[in-house]
């Protein structure tokens, strides 16, 4: 079979590699992409999955499975949602960096 022919399917087979990570690797991953380290990106997925309201936390899951960073996901709520992830700042904030 020639490798030209399975091109079509890496949308999806990258899409199944996306969907099989927990809603804390996806966190993770993107606090990593963007600077962070391990320790500091392990515990504000860790806030934000104990401290975000549900219903907000999944929004932001879902919208980072389809591609969007997790600022990005943030930005696409709507400003009552924004304003209510405020109160996890400091408790992000007090995450170790090393």
Not at 1 to 16: E, F, G, H, W
Not at 53 to 71: C, H, Q, T
């Amino acid at each position: 079979m020639k490798v030209s022919a399975l091109l079509p399917l890496l949308p999806a087979a990258a899409l199944l590699v996306a969907c099989n990570k927990s809603d804390q690797d996806i966190l993770i991953a993107d606090c990593l992409e963007n600077g962070g380290t391990e320790t500091f990106c392990s515990c504000s997925a860790d806030v934000m999955a104990e401290q975000a309201p549900p219903v907000i936390y999944d929004a932001i899951v879902e919208d980072m499975r389809k591609g969007s960073s997790r600022d990005e996901a943030i930005e696409s709520l709507p400003m009552s949602q924004q304003l209510q992830l405020l109160a996890l700042f400091p408790a992000e904030m007090s995450c170790p960096v090393e």
